[in-house]
């Protein structure tokens, strides 16, 4: 190797060694710095959860809804009212001067002033409750608390006691008489039987002559040889009475044909028919035989009125009437002696057979009932029953403790709620109430009355046209905004034009039918002026604050306290923390891990929300979180022992404050 060769070759392994050098140095920087960021980690230092917490304290909380718009070049609104219903009193007239706060109208509100007074019932019963849960036990309630439990546990020994001998005999002696009920009902049954077929016997000796002689009466030529009796009977008087006549000749013979029918099978039934035939065979034959007697005496019946009508007829027509006729009438009489006995027999025989029947199931039903009875008394109590006679003798254990511990806080706090609720409801249908006068919004001249008295309005309907020299403000807000907003509510105006002037002012009028432009929805508000500033011209810009709703004395929370899940609002409850005079603990341990506490919101304002239900005052619920660990870490980054070239450090933080415009509430 040359020399010149030789010097390349050391050259090119002290570069070599160079850039080895480099990177043993970045690696070696890289590994301190690793052993310092994850030391702790290395030492399993723990991390530690710290809290920002809040009090649940009595406040005020205002809501308010803003928009803007121009002063309008118009000072006249439309009178509407806020509810429906019929007008009960119109007292206003076109050109009729008002001042504001004057009545103009009233509407029916019968059934709000009812609802009003179930609600101030069931307040006034709610705190009936609260001073009842507040007073201690008083010793006949304990007494009562205490024999109740004493007959539970008598209930369980008795239960668990053998049968004793005299219920064992009752319950045998039961089911003896039941046995015995049914061999009645079987005897009395048979008998009914055995009646039945000797009734039948002699029914069966009356009802052939009874046929035969229908027969012959009405299909026989004994009056007049040329033609059936039926048939002269119909020519005495179809001269005067045709269509009676026909009409009866017709019923008589159907009468006649449907009994002759009937008998005919009956009877051939009957034949063959004896005491031994089968019981079913039997009772079918009686009540076809009551059947047929019925038949028969219908026949009759339509037989006799038929033969009386032609002799009435023949007697007002002075017509000779034959010895035959009167013939006819007493084999009717005859007739109609012999076969009402047999169907009032018949018939009592059939209630009677139906009767034992019924007895016969009934018994067989008794029976069973009582063997079930009898057997479950030897079987002794099932094993459900001893369980739920052990459950009474808890639950009376329980409610005699309760008795003697007095009411629990948590249910004092409840029905406290309650009431709260129940306040709220009151309040609620009161000031509804109020919304079914109206009143004038401003002074002015009535320039238009558009109902009158009984008719029915809605918040569409215009009743009135009030003009006024007060300016008037037009806005315009989105739908969302919209339904917060009721006339009479305060409102703050600001103009662009006039930045130092700020006045007061209250909704006048709203628009209840909206204005679409690209799809977004709009309503127009009117405001009118408290106050009148000749420096404000008509369509200038203006901006206006609506305050929708203003809660006193009602608890309150920061807005960043409030979670909600499906729908459902709630909290991070803490237990046992403790709390400074402003309400509000940031870095906090706890020793405890938060519990969530469901809860029903009211009113929101920009950073503290209203708390309806669920809390009292006094609890303290989470805010936010913050990670100790993850805090020294980023303290370290801010401020490192050394820095790797080209990694920044520092970084920053920041933390909400109840009422503060910060807090964020997570939905």
Same mark, same amino acid.
């Given at each position: 190797?040359?020399?010149?060769?030789?010097?390349?070759?050391?050259?090119?392994?002290?570069?070599?060694?160079?850039?080895?050098?480099?990177?043993?140095?970045?690696?070696?920087?890289?590994?301190?710095?690793?052993?310092?960021?994850?030391?702790?980690?290395?030492?399993?230092?723990?991390?530690?959860?710290?809290?920002?917490?809040?009090?649940?304290?009595?406040?005020?909380?205002?809501?308010?809804?803003?928009?803007?718009?121009?002063?309008?070049?118009?000072?006249?609104?439309?009178?509407?009212?806020?509810?429906?219903?019929?007008?009960?009193?119109?007292?206003?007239?076109?050109?009729?001067?008002?001042?504001?706060?004057?009545?103009?109208?009233?509407?029916?509100?019968?059934?709000?002033?009812?609802?009003?007074?179930?609600?101030?019932?069931?307040?006034?019963?709610?705190?009936?409750?609260?001073?009842?849960?507040?007073?201690?036990?008083?010793?006949?309630?304990?007494?009562?608390?205490?024999?109740?439990?004493?007959?539970?546990?008598?209930?369980?020994?008795?239960?668990?006691?053998?049968?004793?001998?005299?219920?064992?005999?009752?319950?045998?002696?039961?089911?003896?008489?039941?046995?015995?009920?049914?061999?009645?009902?079987?005897?009395?049954?048979?008998?009914?039987?055995?009646?039945?077929?000797?009734?039948?016997?002699?029914?069966?000796?009356?009802?052939?002559?009874?046929?035969?002689?229908?027969?012959?009466?009405?299909?026989?030529?004994?009056?007049?040889?040329?033609?059936?009796?039926?048939?002269?009977?119909?020519?005495?008087?179809?001269?005067?009475?045709?269509?009676?006549?026909?009409?009866? &000749?017709?019923?008589?013979?159907?009468?006649?044909?449907?009994?002759?029918?009937?008998?005919?099978?009956?009877?051939?039934?009957?034949?063959?028919?004896?005491?031994?035939?089968?019981?079913?065979?039997?009772?079918?034959?009686?009540?076809?035989?009551?059947?047929?007697?019925?038949?028969?005496?219908?026949?009759?019946?339509?037989?006799?009125?038929?033969?009386?009508?032609?002799?009435?007829?023949?007697?007002?027509?002075?017509?000779?009437?034959?010895?035959?006729?009167?013939?006819?009438?007493?084999?009717?009489?005859?007739?109609?002696?012999?076969?009402?006995?047999?169907?009032?027999?018949?018939?009592?025989?059939?209630?009677?057979?139906?009767?034992?029947?019924?007895?016969?199931?009934?018994?067989?039903?008794?029976?069973?009932?009582?063997?079930?009875?009898?057997?479950?008394?030897?079987?002794?109590?099932?094993?459900?029953?001893?369980?739920?006679?052990?459950?009474?003798?808890?639950?009376?254990?329980?409610?005699?403790?309760?008795?003697?511990?007095?009411?629990?806080?948590?249910?004092?706090?409840?029905?406290?709620?309650?009431?709260?609720?129940?306040?709220?409801?009151?309040?609620?249908?009161?000031?509804?109430?109020?919304?079914?006068?109206?009143?004038?919004?401003?002074?002015?001249?009535?320039?238009?009355?558009?109902?009158?008295?009984?008719?029915?309005?809605?918040?569409?309907?215009?009743?009135?046209?009030?003009?006024?020299?007060?300016?008037?403000?037009?806005?315009?807000?989105?739908?969302?905004?919209?339904?917060?907003?009721?006339?009479?509510? &305060?409102?703050?105006?600001?103009?662009?034009?006039?930045?130092?002037?700020?006045?007061?002012?209250?909704?006048?009028?709203?628009?209840?039918?909206?204005?679409?432009?690209?799809?977004?929805?709009?309503?127009?508000?009117?405001?009118?002026?408290?106050?009148?500033?000749?420096?404000?011209?008509?369509?200038?810009?203006?901006?206006?604050?609506?305050?929708?709703?203003?809660?006193?004395?009602?608890?309150?929370?920061?807005?960043?306290?409030?979670?909600?899940?499906?729908?459902?609002?709630?909290?991070?409850?803490?237990?046992?923390?403790?709390?400074?005079?402003?309400?509000?603990?940031?870095?906090?341990?706890?020793?405890?891990?938060?519990?969530?506490?469901?809860?029903?919101?009211?009113?929101?304002?920009?950073?503290?929300?209203?708390?309806?239900?669920?809390?009292?005052?006094?609890?303290?619920?989470?805010?936010?979180?913050?990670?100790?660990?993850?805090?020294?870490?980023?303290?370290?980054?801010?401020?490192?022992?050394?820095?790797?070239?080209?990694?920044?450090?520092?970084?920053?933080?920041?933390?909400?404050?109840?009422?503060?415009?910060?807090?964020?509430?997570?939905?």
């Amino acid at each position: 190797m040359s020399g010149m060769d030789s010097i390349k070759s050391n050259s090119i392994t002290q570069k070599g060694f160079g850039k080895l050098s480099i990177i043993f140095f970045i690696f070696l920087l890289l590994g301190v710095g690793g052993i310092y960021f994850f030391t702790p980690f290395f030492k399993g230092e723990k991390k530690e959860t710290r809290y920002v917490l809040a009090e649940v304290k009595k406040g005020m909380i205002t809501s308010s809804v803003s928009g803007s718009g121009q002063v309008s070049s118009s000072n006249q609104i439309d009178v509407k009212p806020k509810v429906s219903g019929d007008l009960v009193a119109l007292q206003i007239q076109k050109g009729q001067q008002v001042a504001q706060g004057d009545i103009l109208a009233r509407i029916n509100n019968s059934d709000v002033k009812k609802s009003l007074r179930d609600a101030e019932l069931q307040l006034k019963s709610a705190l009936v409750s609260l001073e009842k849960l507040k007073k201690p036990a008083d010793e006949y309630a304990l007494l009562q608390a205490r024999n109740a439990l004493v007959q539970a546990q008598r209930e369980y020994e008795d239960l668990q006691k053998p049968p004793d001998s005299l219920v064992l005999l009752q319950a045998e002696n039961s089911l003896i008489q039941s046995g015995e009920a049914k061999k009645n009902a079987e005897n009395n049954l048979k008998k009914a039987y055995e009646d039945g077929f000797n009734l039948m016997s002699s029914v069966f000796l009356d009802l052939p002559g009874i046929i035969s002689g229908l027969n012959d009466m009405l299909f026989d030529n004994t009056i007049d040889r040329s033609q059936w009796n039926i048939g002269w009977y119909a020519n005495q008087a179809s001269k005067w009475e045709e269509t009676k006549v026909l009409s009866q &000749k017709v019923e008589v013979t159907k009468r006649y044909e449907d009994a002759r029918k009937k008998y005919d099978i009956v009877f051939e039934k009957y034949r063959l028919a004896s005491r031994s035939s089968d019981i079913t065979t039997q009772e079918s034959l009686i009540l076809e035989t009551y059947d047929v007697v019925l038949l028969i005496s219908d026949a009759v019946k339509a037989a006799n009125n038929y033969i009386d009508f032609i002799q009435d007829v023949m007697q007002q027509h002075e017509l000779t009437i034959p010895a035959q006729v009167s013939t006819h009438q007493g084999l009717l009489d005859t007739y109609t002696s012999k076969i009402n006995p047999h169907a009032s027999n018949l018939f009592s025989i059939k209630h009677t057979i139906q009767t034992q029947k019924d007895a016969l199931v009934s018994s067989d039903r008794s029976i069973a009932e009582k063997a079930e009875s009898l057997e479950k008394i030897k079987r002794g109590p099932e094993k459900i029953t001893l369980e739920n006679a052990q459950d009474r003798i808890l639950e009376r254990q329980e409610a005699l403790v309760k008795l003697q511990k007095g009411t629990e806080k948590l249910d004092i706090q409840s029905q406290e709620l309650a009431i709260k609720q129940k306040q709220h409801a009151v309040l609620d249908l009161q000031e509804k109430l109020k919304e079914y006068a109206l009143t004038a919004p401003f002074d002015g001249v009535i320039s238009n009355v558009a109902v009158k008295k009984t008719d029915s309005v809605s918040p569409q309907t215009i009743l009135a046209t009030l003009m006024t020299k007060t300016r008037i403000a037009e806005i315009t807000l989105n739908e969302v905004d919209q339904v917060k907003v009721q006339q009479g509510q &305060k409102a703050m105006l600001t103009f662009d034009a006039l930045p130092v002037l700020s006045i007061s002012g209250k909704v006048v009028e709203i628009d209840t039918v909206g204005t679409v432009s690209q799809g977004v929805v709009s309503y127009t508000i009117k405001i009118g002026f408290d106050t009148d500033d000749q420096r404000i011209k008509s369509g200038m810009s203006v901006s206006a604050s609506i305050i929708t709703d203003v809660r006193t004395d009602v608890f309150i929370l920061p807005g960043s306290a409030i979670k909600s899940q499906r729908e459902q609002y709630y909290v991070e409850l803490v237990q046992d923390a403790p709390v400074n005079s402003i309400g509000v603990l940031e870095g906090v341990t706890l020793e405890k891990e938060p519990v969530r506490r469901t809860i029903e919101v009211g009113i929101a304002s920009e950073d503290a929300q209203e708390i309806r239900s669920g809390l009292v005052e006094g609890d303290v619920v989470v805010v936010s979180k913050i990670n100790s660990a993850a805090q020294s870490q980023i303290r370290s980054t801010q401020q490192p022992a050394f820095r790797v070239p080209g990694v920044p450090g520092g970084g920053g933080g920041g933390r909400g404050n109840f009422g503060g415009g910060n807090n964020q509430q997570q939905r």
